[in-house]
C-alpha cells in the first residue's frame, strides 16, 4: 500500500501564509506526479495545483501568483506554499499523487487524508 501523510494546516488571518507538506511512503516503486487539491463546505473536489517528476507545474487560476508547489523527490515530498491567503482559500486540502507500486505493478491515484486549512477575515 502506499500512504500520504499531510501536514502544516491550521487557522490564519486573511494575507498570512501556511506551508503544507505531505509524505508519501510504502510500496513505490515510482511517482509520476504529486499535487494538492481542495474541497471546501459544499462544494466539490477542486485542484490547486499538481507537479510532474519533471518539475512541471499547473495551478488553478485562483491560486496563480500566491501559492507555489514544490517537491523533493528523493524524499517523496510534496510541499505547497501558501501566501495572501483569503477566506476563500479555506478548505480541506488533500494531498494526491499518482504512483507505481511495485507490489501491485501497477499505477493508481493515491489520496490523503485531508489537513484543514481555515482562513479568518
Known amino acids: 500500500q502506499v500512504q500520504l501523510v499531510e501536514s502544516g494546516g491550521g487557522l490564519v488571518q486573511a494575507g498570512g501564509s501556511l506551508r503544507l507538506s505531505c509524505a508519501a511512503s510504502?510500496?513505490?516503486?515510482?511517482?509520476?506526479?504529486m499535487g494538492w487539491y481542495r474541497q471546501a463546505p459544499g462544494k466539490q473536489r477542486e485542484l490547486a495545483a499538481t507537479i510532474t517528476t519533471g518539475g512541471s507545474t499547473n495551478y488553478a487560476d485562483s491560486v496563480k501568483g500566491r501559492f507555489t508547489i514544490s517537491r523533493n523527490s528523493a524524499k517523496n515530498t510534496v510541499y505547497l506554499l501558501m501566501n495572501s491567503l483569503t477566506p476563500e482559500d479555506t478548505a480541506v486540502y488533500y494531498c494526491?499523487?499518482?504512483?507505481?507500486?511495485?507490489?501491485?505493478?501497477?499505477?493508481?491515484?493515491?489520496w490523503g487524508q485531508g489537513t484543514q486549512v481555515t482562513v479568518s477575515s
Open positions: 510504502g510500496s513505490i516503486f515510482s511517482i509520476n506526479t
Open positions: 494526491h499523487t499518482h504512483a507505481t507500486n511495485y507490489r501491485l505493478g501497477a499505477s493508481y491515484n493515491y
